[in-house]
């Protein structure tokens, strides 16, 4: 039997997270480099999971037992989402919350390296129609994976990966620098910028700033630079720029 394989990976993989009242936990997670794993029922995608039954396995005996343990395998899963991008503009309102969030770039080979063995990690599918569970020789928590790895043509471009933990929690990732670079939101308020930027500073992150441009995100690179040093540099721009406007008047 042939066997499927992906052989072209991302380089990185990006996760848009929230600030304001959930900075600290946001920070924490890349200070102590794990990944959180909640359930499923907790995105926002209330189609999450959503399958049916061949006609072969609604006929068998066991359909029933089936779906009760697929069920109950979705619900123990521990799941965390990824995206192939960081500039797309409805996953910085949904995810990071409007724009007033991160986005953090992981290393795929680092982050693959550094996760423990029971986890898996599976790129998303996107199909008109729910996935369908087969009478073939699949237990409880494979099932549960394959339908918590496909989710409705609209969220293709997304560009998913998804990490499978067995149980709900942290996933710890061992290899240093696998959180390479944060892109901050356009809205992210002065208070969360220094405290993500005291975290990078500390980790050798870099911080690309997004500016907004009519329809166009724009990110520019800042390494180890604080918020009032880059306030500094901004001020001192400014007053270039007026002095060159009073000089040619």
């Known amino acids: 039997?042939?066997?499927?394989?992906?052989?072209?990976?991302?380089?990185?993989?990006?996760?848009?997270?929230?600030?304001?009242k959930k900075l600290r936990r946001e920070l924490d997670a890349i200070d102590r480099g794990y990944?959180?794993?909640?359930?499923?029922?907790?995105?926002?995608?209330?189609?999450?999971?959503?399958?049916?039954?061949?006609?072969?396995?609604?006929?068998?005996?066991?359909?029933?037992?089936?779906?009760?343990?697929?069920?109950?395998?979705?619900?123990?899963?521990?799941?965390?989402?990824?995206?192939?991008?960081?500039?797309?503009?409805?996953?910085?309102?949904?995810y990071a919350d409007q724009f007033s969030g991160m986005c953090v770039q992981y290393n795929t080979r680092r982050l693959l390296k550094g996760l423990p063995e029971d986890i898996d990690i599976a790129r998303m599918m996107y199909s008109e129609k729910e996935p369908t569970i087969l009478k073939e020789r699949q237990n409880a928590n494979d099932r549960a994976k394959m339908t918590l790895s496909s989710k409705t043509a609209r969220w293709?471009?997304?560009?998913?990966?998804?990490?499978?933990?067995?149980?709900?929690?942290?996933?710890?990732?061992?290899?240093?620098?696998?959180?390479?670079?944060?892109?901050?939101?356009?809205?992210?308020?002065?208070?969360?910028?220094?405290?993500?930027?005291?975290?990078?500073?500390?980790?050798?992150?870099?911080?690309?700033?997004?500016?907004?441009?009519?329809?166009?995100?724009?990110?520019?690179s800042l390494r180890r630079l604080s918020s009032r040093a880059r306030d500094a540099l901004e001020s001192a721009k400014a007053a270039e720029e007026k002095n060159g406007e009073a000089s040619r008047s």
């Open 35 to 94: 990944i959180y794993c909640p359930t499923f029922s907790s995105m926002n995608d209330p189609m999450e999971g959503s399958h049916r039954l061949s006609l072969r396995m609604l006929t068998s005996a066991i359909s029933t037992t089936v779906q009760t343990e697929v069920l109950q395998a979705q619900q123990c899963l521990g799941v965390a989402s990824f995206s192939e991008v960081f500039d797309h503009e409805p996953m910085w309102a949904h």
């Open 156 to 220: 293709a471009s997304e560009r998913e990966w998804r990490i499978f933990r067995p149980q709900v929690g942290r996933s710890v990732y061992s290899v240093p620098k696998t959180a390479t670079k944060i892109y901050r939101g356009s809205r992210v308020s002065p208070d969360d910028e220094e405290q993500v930027r005291d975290l990078c500073k500390r980790h050798s992150i870099t911080v690309a700033i997004m500016k907004i441009d009519a329809y166009a995100m724009q990110f520019s």
């Open 1 to 20: 039997m042939a066997e499927l394989r992906i052989y072209a990976i991302p380089t990185h993989l990006y996760r848009y997270r929230p600030l304001g």
